[in-house]
Structure formats: C-alpha cells, structure tokens
C-alpha cells in the first residue's frame, strides 16, 4: 500500500513555488482572499458628490486655460523679441 502520510505543513521556498505544480504543499490553503465587493467598500461609501466633482473639473480647465494663455503670451514676446534684436543688431 502507499504511504499517504501528511507532510508537515511548511511552506515551500518562493523560488521554488512556481516551478513545481501541483505545490506539494497546503500553505497556500490557510489563507482567504479579501472581499473586494466594490459597492461596499470604503471608496465608494464616503464618496464624494457629483457637484465637487464637476467644481474641481471647472477648476482644471480654468487653470489649464490660464496657463496656456501665458505660455502663448511668454512665446510670442519671445519670437518678437528675437526678430526685433536680429533686425537691429
């Protein structure tokens, strides 16, 4: 008859684990997986309201605008300015 003795449970050595399978040992069957229900969790409970949102959206885009209408202003200097120095210089 075959020896079907349980084997102590030690977990294997992690470079080792994927070269062997089936895994000869039971380790991995202690642990559970998380509950990853996402309508539950913390994330979408607290969350915040649709209005601050579409605030802070308004807020990117009026910044972004501003520093694009600076950046457009600093170049167009800066293009004048060259060719007026190559004109007179």
Not at 39 to 48: A, H
Not at 60 to 68: D, R, T
Not at 72 to 84: P, Q, V, Y
Request: proline share 4%; charged share 20%; hydrophobic share 45%.
């Amino acid at each position: 008859m075959a020896d079907f003795k349980k084997k102590a449970n030690v977990p294997m050595h992690p470079k080792q684990s994927m070269s062997m399978y089936p895994r000869p040992d039971s380790a991995y069957c202690q642990r559970s997986s998380l509950n990853f229900d996402m309508m539950r969790t913390r994330i979408f409970v607290n969350r915040k309201d649709a209005h601050t949102e579409a605030y802070l959206w308004v807020a990117h885009c009026v910044i972004g605008i501003f520093i694009a209408t600076i950046t457009f202003t600093m170049t167009t200097i800066e293009d004048e300015l060259a060719a007026f120095r190559q004109e007179f210089i």
